[in-house]
């Protein structure tokens, strides 16, 4: 049986920005999953999902302003990351067992009229989770991120799975600061270094990168068959990529376009930073966010 680690929560203690009170769901398989829900339980939920190798502290300088405009923010940390449990082997992960564990997390929280707000993995799952049960998002806001069905992987992604899997060290909160245009503090990167206490914790961080369908991947299909659901959904869509990341850059021309959501608005943008936009443009992000949501009229 796979060993679980459950990070100590005296390493969440006093981290920067972060007044946020955790909240826990059990999944079916015994799995403990950590979430923040912050505001109205009555309101619009907006759904802020996170990506390799962050968690939900990635979204402490939007949720307030969310918030303060009338929503309900809901930030779960995906297992293998946060204060969700951790498997320490990498066999124990995949992509369909990700989109599986989120989408029985989001049945259980019975969330409806929901405003997707995703980047990086939060993307890659959260859109497969639009495509599955597309009656239960009522708006769609992407940034630097995707839905790869076996495309070639662009030369810097291949050099980011070769490190994670082969790299002697994988400094997280190291790793989050190069992928940011601004310079977090040293509490800030000791905050993303804070729900992986040893190396086995990082089991799931390492391994992500591989599971990415980008070529030959069992995923593929499950991929194109999400495609097909996309090309139907006609909910407000919004891409909202940032202007310096290396990875994803003109990634939004996969969507706008092709998913009936992206058309016949003005909601698309650039915003200003490098890979996780979250850390460099919050307020730009916010405002995508917000535009969104009224234009879909929640």
């Known amino acids: 049986m796979t060993a679980i680690a459950r990070t100590p ?28 829900d912050e ?20 979204y402490r300088h939007m949720i307030g ?11 779960p940390d995906l297992i293998g990351f946060g204060r969700s449990d951790k498997p320490t082997d990498q066999a124990a992960y995949s992509y369909a067992g990700h ?25 890659l799952i959260g859109l497969r989770l639009v495509a599955e049960m597309p009656e239960r998002f009522a708006a769609v806001i992407l940034s630097n991120g995707g839905l790869p069905a076996g495309q070639e992987p662009p030369e810097a992604f291949a050099a980011w799975r070769k490190f994670s899997l082969e790299s002697p060290a994988f400094p997280v909160g190291d790793i989050i600061n190069g992928g940011v245009s601004r310079e ?27 599971l990415v369908p980008l070529g030959e991947n069992v995923a593929v299909p499950d991929q194109l068959a999400a495609w097909e659901s996309l090309k139907t959904f006609g909910k407000p869509f919004t891409c909202a990529f940032s202007d310096a990341d290396k990875i994803t850059t ?49």
């Not at 505001?39 to 990635?58: D, F, K």
């Open 184 to 210: 977090l503090s040293a509490e800030e990167i000791a905050a993303y270094d804070a729900p992986f206490p040893d190396e086995a914790s990082k089991a799931c961080a390492r391994v992500f990168p591989s």
């Open 250 to 298: 003109g990634g939004e021309k996969a969507f706008v376009g092709v998913v009936p959501g992206t058309k016949g608005h003005d909601l698309h943008r650039t915003l200003s930073g490098n890979h996780f936009i979250q850390e460099d443009d919050p307020e730009g992000f916010v405002a995508a966010i917000l535009d969104t949501a009224r234009h879909a009229g929640v």
């Open 99 to 123: 989109v599986a564990w989120m989408r029985e997390w989001v049945e259980a929280m019975d969330l409806t009229g929901v405003v997707l707000a995703c980047q990086d993995w939060g993307s």
């Open 65 to 75: 302003p969310v918030v303060d405009a009338g929503y309900r923010v809901v930030a």
């Open 39 to 58: 505001g109205p339980r009555g309101a619009t939920p907006v759904l802020m999902m996170h990506g390799e190798p962050s968690w939900c502290y990635l």
């Open 9 to 36: 929560d005296d390493r969440f203690t006093d981290l920067p920005d972060f007044p946020f009170e955790p909240h826990y769901h059990e999944l079916e398989d015994g799995l403990r999953l950590h979430y923040l």
